[in-house]
């Protein structure tokens, strides 16, 4: 798996410095350079071409604004101590993923990383066209669906619905089970919670003694 590319910007060089260290205690994540100003991150964008850059706002020749306003075919996660409504509204306006406020701790910032992490990855698996399910979940949408059943819940459907529609084929509940990484019985349940809601259906397969193997497969 290619490590996501970060490019971090900070007027301060030990902070700078300190924030890379984070990144990179972060699984998945490499840093590829480090900017001091304005002009630095947006000549660093165009040189490294990272995935993500973690954006201060206060820097010496211009307003981290200015560079994501400037910045095109990059994600942005801003890093800064304004926390005035204004300055957070425009982030979210000019399309920052995500808005972390000095001072924070390492946690902080390796769970929003692990979020825009998450977020790449149903991307990448949702394929070419997305459904409406599929944009709710990356928006943080609220589901339309009834709510799930006692016992159930709904970050372990959403990992076997995945596990279900990125296999490509049918699967029994021992063969989704391991592909989870939860036991059979716990997928099983799962499974057919996604049959009554119509995510998939059940495909009998028949051997040549005994009760049919009831197999899944994603329909959406």
């Known amino acids: 798996m290619t490590a996501i590319r970060v490019l971090v910007v900070d007027d301060d060089f030990m902070v700078a410095r300190i924030h890379g260290g984070y990144v990179a205690r972060v699984p998945g994540f490499e840093v590829v350079a480090?900017?001091?100003s304005g002009a630095d991150a947006l000549a660093g964008v165009a040189r490294h071409r990272p995935d993500l850059v973690l954006l201060d706002i206060y820097l010496p020749d211009m307003s981290g604004l200015e560079v994501l306003k400037a910045l095109d075919d990059v994600d942005v996660l801003v890093i800064s101590a304004a926390r005035d409504v204004?300055?957070?509204q425009e982030a979210m306006?000019?399309?920052a993923v995500n808005y972390l406020i000095k001072p924070f701790t390492v946690t902080a910032l390796a769970e929003r990383l692990q979020q825009y992490a998450e977020t790449r990855r149903q991307l990448t698996a949702i394929g070419p066209e997305a459904r409406q399910?599929?944009?709710?979940?990356?928006?943080g949408t609220p589901s339309s669906t009834a709510a799930l059943p006692k016992g159930l819940s709904p970050a372990t459907c959403s990992l076997v619905a995945d596990t279900l529609?990125?296999?490509g084929r049918d699967l029994s509940a021992a063969e989704a089970a391991e592909l989870a990484g939860l036991s059979r019985v716990s997928a099983r349940r799962y499974?057919?919670?996604l049959c009554v809601a119509g995510r998939a259906e059940l495909r009998p397969r028949y051997g040549t003694a005994g009760r049919p193997e009831h197999r899944y497969r994603w329909t959406g």
């Open 86 to 88: 204004p300055t957070v």
């Open 93 to 95: 306006r000019r399309g």
């Open 133 to 139: 399910d599929d944009v709710d979940r990356l928006f």
């Open 191 to 193: 499974l057919e919670y």
């Open 165 to 167: 529609r990125e296999a």
């Open 34 to 36: 480090t900017a001091h």
